[in-house]
């Protein structure tokens, strides 16, 4: 019996002592999830947010206010365009004809159904966009056709770069087919405009009161001058001609690429298609 009470004695001087050193038994299970740590007290001051910690915050707002979320397109389908559409649907829109033997107002299923090749590329401000291959009506000259179909899945933007070309200073070769197209586009469309902004040529000559004196005089550089091609690739110069009906806007303009080789780019708007764009946005708001 005494040897029973002191065992107990023994076991319960052994739990109080574990208790006080903070001993944790073995039999209690826990992981990582079960952990908290908690911080001391802070005080008041160190709980509010620095000014410039704040003008962070806010900025970070505002960046992702302004970023536009990336659709994602499935075979080329935009996302806006609802699955339980059936393919009748799309095709019943009525189309005109476009330029390259494309249709406005088209779909990507229905331009696809004409057996063009769409590869899908990336086009600021210009969502589902594509290259377009294997034209019905394909111009040698162009070689590069881009496409857009938007978030509606209308065709309403073509664009069409010309092949580069090793030109003259003055960029004559890319000249004479500006004009060339201009008046094709012209004849088309009408309503031409031409809009030149010229170079500006800072130049010394000499006085005319004091021929030992010289003055510099600036001079706007004319079409064609001989630096031509290097102040259209500068953009000192730029030159294009706008061109309109009552459905299809155009514009022809002049690139140089960073090899001094000239080309033109047409692109073309449908006006009523982004008109109604515009209304369908307004009604719904």
């Given amino acids: 019996m005494k040897n029973f009470v002191l065992f107990l004695l023994i076991a319960f001087w052994s739990v109080n002592v574990l208790a006080d050193d903070g001993v944790v038994s073995q039999n209690t299970l826990f992981d990582d999830a079960d952990i908290i740590v908690r911080a001391a007290p802070q005080k008041s001051s160190d709980n509010s947010l620095s000014d410039k910690s704040k003008n962070q915050a806010v900025e970070s707002a505002k960046n992702l206010l302004r970023q ?27 189309t005109s004809p476009a330029p ?11 331009t696809r159904e004409q057996g063009i090749k ?4 990336e086009i600021k401000d210009h969502p589902n966009s594509f290259e377009a291959l294997n034209l019905p009506k394909p111009i040698n000259f162009f070689d590069r056709i881009f496409v857009s179909y ?9 664009l069409a770069y010309s092949k580069y070309e090793n030109d003259t200073p003055s960029a004559s070769h890319i000249l004479a087919q500006y004009h060339t197209y201009s008046d094709y586009l012209d004849k088309k469309y009408g309503n031409m405009q031409q809009q030149f902004t010229p170079a ?4 010394t000559i000499p006085d005319e009161k004091d021929k030992e004196k ?4 600036e001079e706007t550089a004319p079409l064609g001058n001989p630096d031509f091609l290097s102040q259209l690739a500068s953009g000192t110069a730029v030159l294009y001609s706008t061109y309109h009906n009552d459905e299809v806007e155009a514009t022809l ?12 780019v047409i692109e073309y708007r449908n006006l009523q298609i982004l008109k109604q764009q515009e209304n369908n946005t307004i009604d719904a708001l």
Avoid: C, M
Wanted: charged residues 15%; proline residues 4%.
């Fill in 253 to 264: 303009s002049i690139g140089v690429n960073g090899d001094n080789q000239s080309f033109l």
């Fill in 200 to 203: 500006t040529i800072t130049k």
């Fill in 214 to 217: 010289e003055i510099t005089i």
């Fill in 100 to 110: 390259f033997g494309l249709l406005w107002n088209s779909s990507i299923a229905s």
């Fill in 118 to 121: 769409l590869n899908l590329v």
């Fill in 68 to 94: 536009t979320p990336h659709r994602l397109t499935i075979k080329g389908l935009p996302s806006s365009v609802s699955s339980a559409q059936s393919t009748k649907q799309l095709h019943e829109r009525p």
């Fill in 150 to 158: 938007g978030l509606t899945d209308q065709l309403y933007r073509i």
